[in-house]
């Protein structure tokens, strides 16, 4: 039933920000159409989902019926396969939203299930669960982060006023989803520009609840960071990584690294650092998302490299004009609309005042 595959989606949502680079898995146990176990992966090395729920079980969950938002794993990891532990549990229906991508595991866990004579169904609410877990989907196949181009801008579509001014564009209630963002993901990124013009502290502060803090990364081919930046004083405090070529100069460096700020230094194309040969860096380094917030320059050079994943507007209800004021994505830009970007699967939602466009730029 629906209902049941509902909830362990709602429960493994309680993993966001903990589980990177895993999935977020939920998993409810139900007999005689009763909820008898419910568990969830809860941090990143901890119990598979699937575990957690048979261990929380309040009675035998023999001839019981799992639903679970992931297919349970057949591989040795860093815990058992959960597929051997349901086989030995006797359950006897194990319901899945989404067979696991990850090659280890890819369909081979429903097929000890099956071959072990337990009843599977795959697909329920499968494209529920593929959204909750998209960043896992695509760091898991190819060991890229998902990127997420976050902006806020007017209803005239500014960034900011003719003189800069930008605080604050979107209400309150935006902000606060943008601080679920940040502790949702493991990175957040931005250009130089960005830092010297806003001085952001790009940590995660959640009104309710305590935050995980995403790393920072900065984007600064030249090395022009200020010293006494927000982002420098706070680095030994949270985890700081700029990114850089050739063209930094070592004394600089060697100040950059005293503020406990980690350098990695890329190729350059056109003078800048190479953005493609970054992001695969990044990945190998397990970092499986990152939350893009600009500047414009940033953002034209992610999307013309075609490494942007996801876009997210939040258009405020103000209107300030001017030429010169900046715009969410600017760089050389593109000549023709045929040539344009297409965004896919576009969506929006009221936010306090604000409206929230989300789409996608690739269909995985
Ligand atoms: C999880 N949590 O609830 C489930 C997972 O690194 P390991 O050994 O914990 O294994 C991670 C893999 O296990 C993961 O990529 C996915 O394929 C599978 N299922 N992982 O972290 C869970 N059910
Ligand atoms: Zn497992």
Redesign the pocket.
Known sequence: MEKYMKQALELSKKGYGR?NP??L?GAVIVKDDRIIGSGY?MYF?GN???INAINNASESVEGATMYVS?E??SHF???PP?ANQIISKKIKKVVIAML?P?P??AGNGVKILEENGIDVEIGMLEDEAKKINEVFVKY?SRKLPFVLMKTAMTLDGKIATYTGDSKWISSDLSREFVHEIRHRYTSVMVGIGTVISDNPSLSARRSNNESIQPIRIIVDSHGKLPLDSKIALTAKKNKTILVTTSMLLIEKENKIKEKGIEILKVSTENNRVNLKEMIKILGEKGIDSILLEGGSTLNFSFLEEGIVDKVMTFIAPKIVGGASGKTPVGGRGIPLIKNAIDVKNISAKVYGKDILLTAYIREE
């Open positions: 589980v895993n999935p898995v992966h090395g598979h989902a699937e992931l349970p794993c990891g860093k815990t959960c696991d990850n280890l595991v898991i």
